[in-house]
């Protein structure tokens, strides 16, 4: 069954302090991988989109990085800020299929000052 | 980029009562879909609106409750029929313009059944 999970399920820390996101999937065949900010009450905002052969895209603080092998990615946020407080949803496409977006759960951060 | 406009941003109904959110894109695209997002949950996609045809609805929904239509390639609506408090939750319009390419969404409208 194809599946993305992410971790940890929720988080806090303290502003200007950096911190990683996990997502591990299992989906197959694989097209590519998204990061996506979800703001509370409202949509989420892509950050990056990776392909097979991308290993680490940035996007200011933003930092993504995938191995196709393990069918792993990370989010690493640098410096964080207030503003960064948000879910942040792994998203992993099929190849083939336009709809098949498979979503994880998310993981919630909260900065605080 | 594609900049979407979904309305309402929020509504509270009488169960059995239904409900149409609409969705309006800025420019046409190719694929528009809609999903429900539960509190705490991820997205779960509803359908797809394909334009002059009957949406395709993944498996635990369907038409009769969630009626779909897709004039044109720049808008679409989605209605939420003979509401329940159980389908209170977060529905979200999404665009697609390729298959690497954004998919962008739509702000989502809060529903509260009650």
């Known amino acids: 069954k194809n599946q993305v999970e992410q971790s940890p399920q929720s988080l806090i820390i303290l502003e200007g302090k950096n911190c990683t996101l996990q997502?591990?999937?299992?989906?197959?065949?694989?097209?590519?991988l998204r990061w996506y900010k979800q703001d509370t009450g409202r949509g989420p905002v892509s950050l990056t989109i990776?392909?097979?052969?991308?290993n680490t895209k940035s996007n200011g603080r933003y930092t993504a990085t995938l191995d196709a092998d393990t069918k792993q990615s990370s989010l690493h946020i640098t410096a964080s800020q207030l503003s960064d407080s948000a879910s942040y949803i792994c998203?992993?496409?099929?190849?083939?299929?336009?709809?098949?977006?498979?979503f994880g759960a998310g993981t919630r951060l909260a900065v605080h000052p | 980029s594609a900049v979407i406009s979904q309305k309402p941003s929020r509504d509270i109904c009488q169960r059995g009562t239904s409900l149409t959110i609409q969705c309006q894109v800025d420019s046409q695209v190719t694929m528009m879909f809609w999903y429900r997002q539960q509190p705490g949950q991820s997205l779960t996609l509803i359908a797809t609106?394909?334009?002059?045809?009957?949406?395709?609805?993944e498996s635990g929904f369907v038409i009769d409750k969630f009626p779909i239509s897709r004039p044109n390639l720049t808008f679409s609506t989605l209605t939420v029929s003979n509401m329940s408090p159980e389908d209170s939750s977060i529905y979200l319009c999404s665009v697609l313009q390729g298959p690497n390419t954004e998919a962008f969404f739509g702000q989502g409208t809060r529903l509260t059944v009650v």
């Open positions: 609106a394909n334009q002059g045809s009957e949406a395709t609805y």
């Open positions: 998203v992993v496409r099929e190849s083939g299929g336009y709809n098949k977006l498979i």
């Open positions: 997502c591990n999937y299992t989906v197959s065949p694989f097209s590519n």
């Open positions: 990776m392909t097979f052969s991308e």
